[in-house]
Every structure is written in structure tokens, then in C-alpha cells.
């Protein structure tokens, strides 16, 4: 080994210190620094600069030697493919380029930095229009910055061990950059993981408008935007409104908002985000440029919110001019943003329809209670001076048929008068004054009305009940009407021969009063529909019995106003239960009541609760 070629002793210590630093290092642009003053203090050269690649361009970001160079070259940004281009040119040393002068154009050659030294005839003598690269790679063979180097030592092209010594240093740079590229991704995921939560569980605050309001914040914050705005349009078609959000300005609804509309629509049928810089001339984009300039940001981002093919609206998204372009990642993110913001605004979309819909149809349900309650009224007063003469005619006229048919027919529709004014005004009830009723008494009561018509129907009724009173609270009149309909219509829909048995019973804290019969039986279509009012059955035999499909509508009601329901269990043709479910009460507190509800009302206990007009009377009602 020569003399020239052994390897500098201080050059070797700064390189193991060098390579200590890389690996513990946190600011990799401090550790850039260092090598490249070491390839200028300890290696001799006269200049080392450092680029990193941007995008497609590399941008001179480390110089170390003389200040007017390093004033001149900091910061110059040089297209990668003007680099690749000298590369192919040059000639490899290991992992060095050497582009020597003569090989490329000099106008190319002039473009960079040229020392101010006098070519000499020395073959071994660096001509100024030489260039010696290092490009900087990662682990995995990605490029990721270039070394270049000037000025070598005793301005002599440099030799082998010179060469190595700086192939030395090269690597280090491509360690210090490669470790601050992965540091950098895995802050961006973290940072761009953290946007996307922060948008997600921004669905779950109450109202677009506070939704959109965080995502647009947390957009601006994860993706470094000067500004984000974010617009759905409104579809009067489908009762969709408007929404505007943005930080830290809310997206104005008129300026500008047919562009960035444009601008979301071509993204969307291109399938990515489009971006428009401050360099872009197309014709088209004026209007962009005009709103970079207005808000003098660099770039913008136009993102479609869309579900499928439907284009709901658009976020925009300004960033600085110092910001660069957005990564892929970053992209990426943005594309997850929008397609999470589609489904909020799907959602709420949907949500607005679905109110809309309840609204009209609680309206159109209250116009049909008004008119049931206005024509039922109407109907009652002339009804009621028809029952009123025509009693006066059976005194007076015992035998004629026709006047007990009109007396019969009248007090029919009396009764179906009597039952769609209790439909109605039931539908509105919330309150209802509350007592103790014992089911089995108001069981028994019903059952000694229905007991002569079962007779003349050769039906047999049973009750089956505990010996202790089974105890509810409730209004008893009520009360009495459910029990009355359900076993009224059980003897009703029960052909001659058949049972009819009713259970009263407790369980836990709940009542129950079942009804089985041996009857017509209901078919599980009609089950479905059973309670819904004005439904008949639509098997013939039930149809032939006179009805007016209200009973169980209303029975229902009842029943839920007290807390509890009814449930059916039936087979076409062999038999029906129906089940009153009701919470069980405690007599004593029945007793003492709440301060504004009347005292305890013994009849509900005792005697039972048969107003007229009950339910019941259909039961008996004359075919
Ligand atoms: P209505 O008896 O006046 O028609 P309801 O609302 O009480 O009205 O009953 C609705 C329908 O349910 C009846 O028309 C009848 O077809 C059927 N239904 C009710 N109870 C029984 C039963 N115990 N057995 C068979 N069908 C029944």
C-alpha cells in the first residue's frame, strides 16, 4: 500500500463518529450537515452539496463550503430527469458518477455551478467542467437524494483511496436520508391515521353542519391546508338541503361555487382528486387562480363527495405554496375522507327523508282522526232523534216489523257511531286516570253479559282465576272495554259447540288475561294486520259476521297507554288465543294514589266497570 493510497486517519474517525450519529440521530438534516463538512474538511474537496429529492425534483437543501457558493446553489431545484439524464453519461466509479468535462453539451454543464479555476493540460488535473456525483439510495435501491461534489483535493481528479473514503461518506447520507424518509412516512401515517379518526368520529356528533365543521378542521390540521370548505348541494327532489362547512372559513354557497361544483364533478368522473398549482395556464383553471391568489395559497384540491354515481357535494382543500404537492399517501387519505363523508351525508340525506315521510303521514293520520271524529259527530246528533222517534213509534206501533228493523239498524249504527268517536279519542290520548281493577272481576262482569248469548250459540264459557284479586292499575272503564272486545269477539267468531275459556293469572310483575276459543281461527296474513284499524279478516266465514274492525285497533291502544300488549295465537279453522298482557299493580299503592288522581274507586274492585256503549254490545248485536 503507497503512501497515497492508506487511509487518512482523521478521515476514518469523523467517518465512525459519523456512522454513530446516523444511527441515533433525530434530525437527519443536522447529520447531512455533518457529512457534507466532512467531505469538505477532512476528504479536502472544495464544495460537497447535498439535494433531496421532492417529488420529481431535486432541491438543493445542504452545501458546506465557501458562503457565495452555498448562497448561490441552497435551495436550487433541479428536475430528477435532468440528473438521470448526466448519470447515463457518466462513468461509474462503485457507487460515484463521473461526468468528465466534454462528454455533455456545455450548455447543460454550464447550468450548474462551474469553479473559477483554469483548465490545465494535466490529464490527472480536475477541468472545472467536471462533475463527480454520489446518488443517494435507500435500503431498498430508491432514490432518494445526489451528492455532488467539487473542487477535489489538490485539484487533482481524485484517487482510488480519496474515491472510497467519499464512497464512505455517500453511504452514511444514504442511511441519514433513508431513516428520515421512514421517519417521515411513519409520522405521516400517524398523522394522516389520526385526521381520518378524527373525521370518522365526527359522524357521530349531532347535525351535519357540527360534523362537517370538525372533519373540515381536522382535514386542515392532518393535511396542513390553509383552508378546507366542504359543500353538499341540496336536492329539492329529494328533500335534501344544504350544507356548508369549512376552516377556517365556512365555505361561502354562492362565490365560487359552481367552480369548485365543475371542478368536484371532473374529479369524480376521472375517479381522483384533481390538483391545480399556481404554474398551471390552462384556460380553464382561471377561475382557480384566481381564488389561489384571493386566498394566496399554492395549490388546491378539488375532492367529489360521492356515493356510487351520485355527486353529493365537494370538499376543497387549499394548501400554502411553501406546502409542496400532496403525497400519495395524503392522497390516499383524502380519497378515504370523502368516501367517509359521502356516508355521513347519505345518512343524514336518508334521515331527512325518512322525518320528512313520518311528518306527512302524522299529518295525514291526525286529518283522518279529525275527520272520523267530525263526521262521527255530525252523524250522532240526527242518529240520535231517529233512536229517540222510532222508540216513540214502538210504543205506539208494537207489531209492525219495519219499525223494530229501523229500531235494530239504528242502534247499530249507534254503536258503530259510539266506537269510531272512542277510536278517535283514544288515538289522542296520553293520560288516563289510574285506579286498582281486578282482571278477574272485570273477566267475571264480561262473561255474565256474553252468558246469553253463548246460550242461544251453544257455547260453553269458563273462567279459570287465582283466588287472590289479580291487581292493575288503570283506567277501569278502559280496562273493561279491552276485556269486553276480546271476549266478546271470541264468543262472536265461535261457531255453536265451541269453548270459550278465559284464564286470569300473574307472573313476575306482569298480568295476563287469555282468551282461547275453539273458533274460525286466523290466517297468519290477517294476523299480521289484526290490530291495525278497520282490518277485517279476509276469511268469509268472519266476514259474514257484522264488524266494524275497530275493537282490537282500539284494545290496543289501551292496552299500550297502561303499559302493557296484546298478542294472538291462532290457526285458520281450529282456534284463536289472545293474550292481555298488563304490568302488575300494588294495591296499596293503588290506594294511596297520586295526590292529583281521584280516590280509589271500589266499583272497579267489586261491582265492575260496564258503561254503556262498552264494546260488549256487539256481542249481542242482532245479525
Ligand atoms: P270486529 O270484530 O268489529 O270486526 P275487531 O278489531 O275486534 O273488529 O277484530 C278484527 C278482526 O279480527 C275481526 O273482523 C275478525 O275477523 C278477527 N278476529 C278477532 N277476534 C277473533 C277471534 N277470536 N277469532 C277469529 N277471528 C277474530
Not at 364533478?265 to 398549482?277: E, F, N, S
Not at 266476514?543 to 297507554?561: D, K
Not at 280516590?599 to 260488549?616: I, T, V
Request: aromatic residues 4%; contains cysteine.
Amino acid at each position: 500500500m503507497t503512501a497515497k493510497d492508506a487511509p487518512r486517519p482523521d478521515g476514518v474517525r469523523k467517518l465512525y463518529e459519523l456512522m454513530r450519529r446516523v444511527n441515533s440521530s433525530t434530525d437527519p438534516s443536522e447529520v447531512l450537515e455533518e457529512i457534507a463538512r466532512g467531505v469538505v474538511e477532512v476528504l479536502g474537496f472544495g464544495i460537497a452539496a447535498i439535494a433531496r429529492l421532492q417529488g420529481d425534483t431535486l432541491v438543493m437543501t445542504t452545501v458546506a463550503g465557501p458562503e457565495d457558493v452555498r448562497k448561490q446553489i441552497i435551495g436550487r431545484r433541479t428536475p430528477v430527469s435532468a440528473i438521470l439524464n448526466e448519470f447515463a453519461q457518466a462513468d461509474e466509479w462503485g457507487i460515484l458518477r463521473y461526468v468528465p468535462h466534454g462528454r455533455l453539451p456545455d450548455e447543460i454543464m454550464g447550468a450548474a455551478w462551474i469553479p473559477d479555476i483554469t483548465p490545465s493540460e494535466d490529464p490527472e488535473a480536475w477541468h472545472p467542467l467536471d462533475a463527480l456525483y454520489a446518488p443517494l439510495y435507500s435500503a431498498t435501491g430508491e432514490l432518494l437524494g445526489n451528492m455532488s461534489v467539487d473542487l477535489p483535493p489538490d485539484n487533482r481528479i481524485p484517487g482510488r483511496r480519496d474515491r472510497e473514503l467519499l464512497e464512505m461518506f455517500v453511504v452514511q447520507a444514504g442511511l441519514a436520508m433513508s431513516n428520515a424518509q421512514q421517519r417521515e412516512r411513519l409520522a405521516e401515517q400517524v398523522r394522516l391515521g389520526e385526521t381520518i379518526q378524527r373525521v370518522t368520529a365526527a359522524g357521530r356528533l349531532l347535525g351535519l353542519d357540527l360534523t362537517l365543521h370538525e372533519a373540515a378542521e381536522a382535514i386542515a390540521s392532518g393535511l396542513a391546508a390553509t383552508q378546507v370548505w366542504v359543500h353538499c348541494f341540496p336536492d329539492g327532489e329529494a328533500g335534501a338541503s344544504e350544507y356548508s362547512a369549512g376552516y377556517p372559513d365556512r365555505a361561502p354557497t354562492h362565490r365560487q361555487a359552481g367552480l369548485r361544483r365543475d371542478l368536484a364533478r371532473a374529479a369524480h368522473d376521472l375517479g381522483r382528486p384533481i390538483v391545480v398549482g399556481r404554474e398551471s395556464t390552462e384556460p380553464g383553471l382561471w377561475g382557480v387562480q384566481n381564488v389561489l391568489a384571493l386566498y394566496d395559497a399554492g395549490s388546491l384540491v378539488a375532492v367529489p363527495i360521492a356515493v356510487g354515481h351520485e355527486l353529493l357535494g365537494n370538499l376543497v382543500i387549499l394548501r400554502a405554496p411553501t406546502a409542496g404537492d400532496l403525497s400519495e399517501a395524503e392522497l390516499d387519505a383524502v380519497d378515504q375522507i370523502s368516501r367517509e363523508l359521502g356516508r355521513m351525508v347519505l345518512n343524514t340525506r336518508l334521515y331527512e327523508t325518512e322525518r320528512r315521510l313520518v311528518a306527512e303521514l302524522q299529518e295525514i293520520d291526525r286529518y283522518k282522526g279529525e275527520l272520523i271524529a267530525t263526521i262521527s259527530h255530525e252523524l250522532k246528533t240526527p242518529l240520535t232523534s231517529i233512536i229517540g222517534h222510532t222508540e216513540l213509534l214502538e210504543e205506539i206501533a208494537t207489531e209492525i216489523d219495519s219499525v223494530r228493523a229501523i229500531s235494530r239498524n239504528a242502534q247499530r249504527l249507534n254503536r258503530l257511531i259510539e266506537n269510531l268517536l272512542n277510536y278517535s279519542r283514544i288515538q289522542d290520548r296520553r293520560e288516563h286516570a289510574r285506579r286498582a281493577v281486578d282482571l278477574t272481576v272485570l273477566c267475571e262482569n264480561s262473561l255474565d253479559l256474553l252468558a246469553v248469548q253463548a246460550e242461544q250459540g251453544g257455547l260453553q264459557l269458563k273462567l279459570a282465576s287465582p283466588p287472590a284479586p289479580v291487581i292493575v292499575h288503570g283506567d277501569p272503564e278502559e280496562l273493561a272495554r279491552v276485556i269486553d272486545n276480546i271476549l266478546s269477539n271470541a264468543v262472536k267468531y265461535t261457531p255453536a259447540g265451541g269453548r270459550v275459556d278465559v284464564a286470569v293469572s300473574s307472573e313476575g310483575t306482569w298480568a295476563e288475561v287469555a282468551c282461547t276459543d275453539t273458533g274460525l281461527g286466523i290466517s297468519a296474513v290477517d294476523q299480521t294486520h289484526l290490530f291495525s284499524a278497520f282490518h277485517r279478516s279476509s276469511n268469509p266465514e268472519a266476514l259474514s259476521i257484522p264488524g266494524t274492525g275497530l275493537g282490537l285497533a282500539i284494545s290496543r291502544r289501551i292496552t299500550e297507554l297502561h303499559g302493557g300488549d296484546i298478542v294472538v295465537e291462532s290457526t285458520l279453522g281450529e282456534g284463536s288465543t289472545f293474550r292481555v298482557r298488563l304490568p302488575l299493580g300494588d294495591r296499596a299503592q293503588a290506594d294511596r294514589g297520586p295526590a292529583d288522581q281521584p280516590p280509589l274507586d271500589d266499583r272497579a274492585l267489586s261491582d265492575g266497570p260496564l258503561g254503556d256503549g262498552a264494546l260488549s254490545d256487539w256481542a249481542l248485536e242482532d245479525h
